[in-house]
């Protein structure tokens, strides 16, 4: 697999970079949609999760990027899907969920696991549970938005106090949302309500306790995969009501500037995937193919760092590669295209001088197979 440099830049504004999805990741042992994952030290811890034949998991694996390689952990005490997970001060909380088929009571059962003790513990139970809620933790504290037992309620955890508190409502009832936190704010995006897909936007700011209407996606989806690189919020797959299936659409959101714009594609529609994002790449683990067979596939979204070069002036770019490999020299005249085309005829650098006159804006170096 190709690898991208590391270069030396001054601050920009945020941008969407090239990006490229490699299916050449290792898979998760077993099929599964509606799990959870988290990023800790490194590695994606993934848990839980159901499929359509009514079988339901409590299965935690941790997937490390260097080995390219899973490994199996205590599972949860609660087997469980459509449920949602997040870090918090090294410890990893399981909340609410839906314990199986059958339209059955949902979860308000609050577990947590610490990876140094490889074991798991029962917490104050959230106020009210069930399966479909947001969770995301800011602020020193762990968040859930919503639910089947009260779509629109959101609750704070403080794990020094073992207690919850209960905070603004969110101005939607949908479930189903993806969630991700930029810059200490909670986005959830999308979600449904019946049978209606939405591509609503909101946001919480967990220190002020307000919400606020953002942009909408491009494209209306539910249980969709979400990771965040560079302040970039990344919104991947989903079930979209226009076809009934899973889709492959990925769409990213500029926090700075509020607006949504369509990335790379998935290499295959998905939906019910877990996202995750660990030292910039995301992850899209399991989740279901259209016609809603369980995934064990594992789809890794990397971004090849672009330098902005400005129009006056001699510029210097001093990269330098991850490994003493050889790369060459790429330009392209637009960083959200994949057409990136090698200018040192296949030579390796370093390093190089750009002048001013150069026609291409933005530069990077691609190691060679």
């Known amino acids: 697999m190709k690898t991208i440099l590391r270069f030396l830049f001054l601050a920009l ?4 970079q090239a990006q490229s999805w490699s299916t050449n990741v290792a898979p998760i042992s077993t099929g599964r949609a509606d799990g959870a994952a988290v990023a800790l030290n490194g590695q994606i811890y993934a848990m839980g999760g159901g499929n359509y034949s009514c079988g339901v998991y409590s299965t935690l694996q941790a997937y490390n990027p260097l080995s390219n390689a899973w490994t199996t952990f205590t599972p949860m005490p609660t087997a469980r899907y459509e449920f949602g997970a997040a870090e918090l001060n090294g410890v990893i909380y399981a909340v609410g969920g839906n314990p199986g088929c059958g339209a059955p009571p949902g979860l308000n059962v609050v577990q947590a696991y610490n990876p140094v003790s490889n074991a798991w513990t029962t917490e104050a139970p959230v106020p009210s549970g069930g399966w479909g809620a947001a969770v995301a933790s800011a602020n020193g504290k762990l968040y859930v938005i919503g639910g089947t037992d009260n779509p629109t309620a959101v609750y704070s955890y403080n794990p020094s106090l073992n207690s919850w508190s209960t905070n603004s409502s969110c101005p939607s009832d949908l479930l189903f949302r993806a969630v991700a936190v930029s810059g200490g704010i909670i986005y959830v995006m999308g979600g449904n309500s019946g049978s209606t897909s939405s591509a609503s936007v909101f946001a919480y700011n967990p220190v002020t306790d307000n919400w606020t209407n953002e942009a909408p996606m491009i494209t209306p989806r539910v249980d969709a995969a979400t990771g965040v690189i560079n302040g970039i919020v990344y919104v991947a797959g989903g079930g979209n ?15 700075q500037t509020g607006t949504w714009s369509t990335v790379t594609s998935l290499p295959f529609p998905v939906e019910a995937a877990s996202g ?6 995301m992850y899209v683990i399991g989740g279901y193919d259209t016609n809603y067979n369980t995934l064990d596939t594992v789809e890794a979204l990397t971004l090849s760092p ?14 330098w ?7 060459v020299l790429q330009t392209t005249t637009n960083a959200s295209s994949t057409n990136w085309v090698t200018v040192t005829n296949g030579i390796p650098i370093t390093g190089v001088m750009l002048p001013s006159t150069s026609k291409a804006a933005f530069f990077r170096l691609q190691q060679q197979p």
């Open 13 to 16: 504004p945020l941008s969407i």
């Open 241 to 255: 009501p226009s076809n009934g299936h899973a889709v492959s659409t990925v769409e990213a959101f500029n926090t």
């Open 276 to 281: 995750i994002v660990v030292n910039g790449t």
């Open 306 to 319: 672009a330098l902005n070069i400005a129009t006056a002036g001699a510029q210097v770019a001093v990269f």
């Open 321 to 327: 590669p991850a490994s003493a490999t050889n790369y």
